[in-house]
């Protein structure tokens, strides 16, 4: 008995790993999951970008919607003027972003009926567009917000990161009432506006939310080296106008470099319709850093705002035909040492990206 007792355990002992073969078996699995991992990050990304792709497809139907009912489309920047701006019950200062007019288009009646009423405080349709408002402090941020953006913060308040066109020009986007794009101030534009055809031409994009990163002037000396991502930020440029390309002069190729003076203002004010706040434009390709010249030029109307994301190479960019496409970084842009467009028609001189923004520009938007 003691016999088959002590070959019974030697062969349950033999049965066990050694230590090599211990730290083979860990260092296989962690080869797997490092092979694992970043597929699963791109399955995500991917997840992200198709909802990302959905929202803007939905901003789409609220735009046609909107058209077929007031045949127009909204304006970028408007609401209501004559009164004074900031005083109680006043007005909005025709500053009220065009997203509040789409709110009933997208399933947001109720906001929208909220803000139209107004309350013991302003009056209907709410105060400067840049205040805030309780009525619209909460921005509808699962249609207006994409699923890539990690800017946007985790709590409910004014965020969002999908964008107007403004079109193909740098200077004068504040208030012109008949822009190179199919969004501008007061007036909006219809399908008959938009000549190059609704498939030609570009509606809304995205840029990337700013919530967290401060406001930076040039007091003191701008920021420092590698601490604002360019695509995350708006810097302080002038000369830009007559050459876009000189707005490079503020990044390293990813951040913005020290001592340039930026802002981040960005997807924090869904209700501004300013276009530093809600507005793109088509000169500098996806993901090229912004630039703003002027002396207020928090709110400049001089800028370079080309749309931005998180999405791998690209941005989504929804057209007036309602469908979506994937805009390359890479995507011709024409001569950036040329000045911007001076008429409403006539080709772009920012190439296919360009023509893409400009909704009568009689020019190809495909290479």
């Known amino acids: 008995m003691r016999v088959r007792l002590f070959r019974w355990r030697s062969r349950v002992a033999g049965l ?28 995500r990304e991917a997840a992200r970008r198709s909802q990302c792709t959905n929202n803007l497809k939905q901003l789409g139907l609220a735009h046609h919607n909107y058209h077929d009912v007031n045949k127009v489309f909204v304006y970028r920047k408007g609401g209501t003027g004559g009164g004074t701006c900031g005083t109680a019950p006043g007005d909005n200062g025709y500053r009220r972003a065009g997203f509040i007019s789409l709110l009933p288009y997208f399933e947001q009646t109720a906001m929208y009926n909220r803000i139209m009423a107004g309350d013991g405080t302003w009056a209907p349709q709410g105060p400067c567009g840049w205040s805030g408002w309780t009525p619209w402090n909460t921005a509808p941020t699962g249609a207006l917000g994409c699923p890539s953006d990690s800017g946007i913060p985790k709590v409910a308040g004014p965020y969002f990161s999908y964008v107007f066109c403004i079109g193909d020009r740098v200077s004068n986007l504040g208030d012109d009432q008949n822009p190179r794009g199919v969004f501008g101030y007061v007036r909006g534009q219809t399908f008959a506006d938009i000549r190059d055809g609704s498939s030609n031409t570009a509606l809304m994009s995205e840029r990337l939310c700013q919530y967290g990163l401060g406001y930076q002037n040039q007091t003191p000396a701008g920021v420092t080296a590698n601490t604002i991502l360019h695509v995350q930020g708006v810097g302080q440029r002038a000369g830009i106008a007559a050459s876009p390309i000189g707005c490079y002069a503020v990044t390293d190729g990813r951040y913005f470099i020290a001592g340039t003076g930026v ?105």
């Open 263 to 367: 802002q981040c203002y960005f997807g924090t004010n869904w209700h501004d319709g300013q276009p530093m706040h809600v507005g793109f434009t088509t000169v500098l390709p996806p993901n090229a850093p912004a630039c703003a010249d002027g002396g207020s030029w928090a709110d400049s109307y001089t800028a370079l705002l080309p749309p931005a994301s998180f999405h791998p190479g690209g941005v989504n960019v929804l057209k007036a035909d309602g469908a979506v496409s994937f805009i390359s970084d890479t995507i011709n842009t024409g001569n950036l040492s040329s000045g911007q467009p001076t008429t409403v028609t006539g080709a772009s001189p920012y190439g296919p990206w360009g023509a893409l923004g400009s909704r009568s520009g009689g020019d190809q938007v495909i290479n």
């Open 16 to 43: 066990g790993f050694t230590l090599v073969e211990l730290l083979v078996v860990i260092a296989i699995i962690g080869i797997l999951i490092a092979l694992l991992l970043p597929a699963v990050q791109a399955a």
